[in-house]
């Protein structure tokens, strides 16, 4: 079986959605970057709901054979990127995702609708 990108976007986006995440976004930045493929972002409304997200895409990343490269922020629960390599997801308290607006810096990066990799 060949492991993709699009297929590992497609496994976050799930695990996201499955954990009731707000405004997810997948932003395709390979033609910006060299330092992913895509940004996934998604927020929680508290920092419970955050770290469960995490919690989620870790567990469904590892059971479909993928890596978990890195977490950081998982303690605090209010901006937490995890590197999944090609991937990167920023999970966000909804508060810090309205402060930092990172859709805003990545502008020019095209917005992939997650329903069409699901």
Known sequence: ???TVEELTKIVAKAIDD???NNIQILDI????VIADYFVICNGNNERQVQA???????QVH??????KGIEGAEEGRWVLVDLGDVV????HREEREF???ERLWSDAKMVSWE???
């Open 1 to 3: 079986m060949v492991k």
């Open 19 to 21: 954990k009731k995440a």
């Open 30 to 33: 390979r033609d910006l970057s």
């Open 53 to 59: 997200i995490v919690s989620e895409i870790r567990e």
């Open 63 to 68: 059971k479909h054979g993928y890596d978990v």
């Open 89 to 92: 997801v920023h999970v966000f």
């Open 100 to 102: 930092y607006n990172i």
């Open 116 to 118: 069409e990799r699901a």
